[in-house]
């Protein structure tokens, strides 16, 4: 399915601009693009699906992380407490 303005995509690239789009980074046309081929793409489709749900979770999720700064200073105390 080639057209004169190149909205085809391989499935690679579909699922390249597909995790893109999941964070929020791909541009208007890299959208199109991708909408295009998931109307005729079921592979493209379920990538897309398991993306949605994967990002669903990961929300939901109460997930907490510590700090780079305070993880840091925790490996610095196992050192010195080590060390003894």
Do not use: F, H, P
């Amino acid at each position: 399915m080639k057209t004169s303005n190149n909205l085809s995509i391989s499935c690679e690239e579909a699922k390249y601009i597909c995790d893109k789009n999941q964070y929020g980074e791909a541009s208007v046309m890299e959208i199109i693009k991708l909408n295009i081929r998931l109307m005729y793409c079921k592979v493209t489709r379920a990538y897309s699906k398991r993306n949605s749900k994967l990002t669903k979770a990961i929300k939901k999720s109460k997930v907490q992380v510590i700090e780079a700064s305070k993880k840091e200073e925790m490996k610095e105390q196992l050192r010195k407490e080590l060390a003894k």
